[in-house]
């Protein structure tokens, strides 16, 4: 079984980002950028389906800009076996994304597509279930755990108020959520086996799918900052602010 | 315009967060409610949908393979009764988030999701980056396919109206995707997302006993939900759907009491649009104090039994 792991190239998890003084959007020149946090768990269940024995490939993906190559080569330390990087202009939009994937899924067959479910940048937690819908496969998304028995996979789900688990064909589709591993730190030794690890480059304009962005931004804003609060000095204080200053207790 | 809504339904009662996606689409056009299950389940669904004012007309579509909002039948039902909207909205739920994406896709519509305001027809704001900035985005698709972020819109009264129900024909079919199993803990306590009191808990509660000695006792007497932060909830202190943050829920309540919490950004983005915040830490530099109403410094092991006493 081969498995397709996308991942996203992001400003780093720990970045608290600015936005621009015009409006147009946040400043990320310059921020460290890193494997969308997601994905890395996506990469790490994957591999250890692989070393498991359920699956026998895992091939990561990037699209985006020539830099998103180092958080392939950030896959290929982590396990995967090999990648491709679809070169775009900017980062596309999840339809976009969605239907590159789809593109290379046609390519590449896999019979598991294991997806983060939400990159940290944009938050959009579309692009798994839109794959899904767009190959017309079964989706198991905000998984917390993954079996894969008799040919299909089992997917234990969070949800409001706790937890499900669903059974699907495969092929499938699958987004992580947090829970579902702790992804492994890249040794040394496999950070340098990863640079000879195959990376396979494909002209995103080249695949045949229209990249024409569907939503403009009109601007981008900082959100509404709370007003500076008080310390207060006890509880009686405390109790006293929350009953006749602040009237909800 | 007119615009389709789906409906969640619980113990009779429409949700709350499907309620804030009703009061958002009465801000675009004539409201169409769609409720789904089987049979039984689609009946009083649509029982509950009819009364919520605002609602001119509730679809009811019942059918066995609908019973558990799978998305893959759930999302062909929903394009099949796409055609008559304008836009198709869904509360920023887990069932939500699952379904509108794909819906989305097959229609070949970029969503939007986390919706917290409407600009006009096409044009809305979300949150990006954990909720540090505010996008406005303008969408040129036909469709628009919205998920809305619960606590951004007032919901819609749960009783008092009496649309008519009509039922949908349903033909989908599913054979990829079964259901198994669920796993959802009852509890006494109001869901985080409609709680109008919150205590949370972090990293200083230490364990998942802190949480049942200290914490339990202050939210049983403010009525109030229990919450957490991400650390509290990969240490094992409480279950994974207590977490408020950027990946978790987003609330906001009128009173968010953040106990032993650091508040990391992505914790932040989760509760900070509550009406009142109060910090207990024992450190005056943590982020969660600048965002605090009230702030108080000390030992929780001592303030919180005090608080609960007072109260």
């Known amino acids: 079984m081969k498995i397709l792991v996308p991942v996203k190239r992001v400003v780093d998890y720990n970045i608290k980002v600015r936005v621009k003084s015009d409006g147009t959007g946040v400043e990320t020149a310059g921020l460290k950028m890193s494997m969308n946090p997601f994905d890395e768990i996506a990469v790490e269940e994957a591999v250890r389906l692989r070393e498991k024995g359920a699956a026998t490939e895992v091939v990561a993906v990037s699209i985006g800009v020539q830099q998103a190559q180092d958080t392939l080569r950030t896959a290929l330390a982590m396990g995967a076996d090999r990648a491709i990087l679809v070169l775009t202009e900017e980062s596309p939009e999840p339809l976009a994304v969605a239907k590159i994937l789809k593109v290379l899924v046609e390519r590449e067959k896999p019979e598991l597509a294991f997806l983060g479910k939400q990159a940290i940048d944009d938050d959009m937690n579309a692009t798994g279930q839109m794959l899904a819908g767009l190959l017309g496969w079964p989706q198991g998304t905000f998984a917390s755990k993954v079996e894969i028995v008799d040919g299909r996979a089992e997917v234990t789900r969070e949800i409001d108020g706790g937890s499900e688990t669903v059974s699907l064909t495969l092929p499938a589709i699958v987004t992580a959520d947090l829970r579902l591993n702790e992804p492994r730190y890249a040794s040394l030794p496999n950070i340098m086996k990863a640079k000879k690890k195959p990376l396979e480059t494909l002209q995103g304009a080249d695949l045949g799918v229209d990249l024409t962005r569907r939503l403009t931004t009109v601007s981008v804003a900082e959100p509404p900052s709370r007003k500076a609060g008080v310390t207060v000095k006890s509880v009686a204080e405390l109790v006293e602010k929350l009953r006749n200053e602040a009237k909800v207790i | ?311």
């Open chain 2, 1 to 311: 315009m007119t615009v389709l809504v789906f409906v969640e339904t619980e113990a009779g009662q429409v949700r709350q967060a499907s309620r804030s996606a009703i009061a958002a689409a009465e801000k675009l056009g004539d409201v169409h409610a769609l409720v789904v299950g089987d049979a039984a389940a689609s009946e009083a669904a649509a029982a509950a949908a009819a009364k919520v004012p605002g609602v001119a007309k509730v679809l009811k579509a019942g059918a066995d393979v609908l019973a558990h909002d799978l998305a893959e039948p759930l999302a062909d039902l929903i394009v099949s009764l796409a055609g008559n909207y304008t836009h198709l909205l869904a509360a920023s739920s887990a069932i939500g988030k699952n379904v509108m994406p794909r819906v989305a896709a097959l229609l070949d519509v970029q969503p939007i999701p986390d919706v917290m305001a409407i600009v006009d027809a096409d044009t809305f704001v979300r949150p990006i980056y954990a909720g540090n900035a505010l996008a406005t985005v303008k969408s040129s698709d036909a469709k628009k396919v919205l998920t809305i972020r619960a606590a951004s819109f007032d919901p819609a009264p749960a009783e008092g109206g009496s649309a008519p129900v009509e039922a949908v024909n349903v033909t989908v079919q599913d054979t990829t995707s079964r259901f198994v199993s669920q796993h959802t803990p009852t509890s006494d306590r109001p869901e985080l997302e409609s709680a109008r009191v919150i205590v949370s808990g972090g990293r200083g509660l230490q364990s998942g006993e802190n949480f049942h000695k200290y914490l339990e006792p202050l939210a049983d007497k403010l009525g109030a939900a229990i919450g957490a932060s991400r650390v509290a909830v990969d240490s094992g202190y409480v279950p994974n759907d207590c977490q408020v943050g950027q990946t978790g829920k987003i609330v906001a309540p009128e009173l968010y009491i953040a106990v032993g919490i650091s508040g990391a950004i992505q914790h932040l983005a989760g509760m900070k649009d509550s009406k009142v915040i109060v910090a207990i830490n024992k450190d005056p530099e943590a982020p969660i104090v600048q965002v605090a109403d009230y702030s108080l410094i000390g030992d929780l092991f001592e303030i919180v039994p005090e608080l609960t006493a007072a109260l």
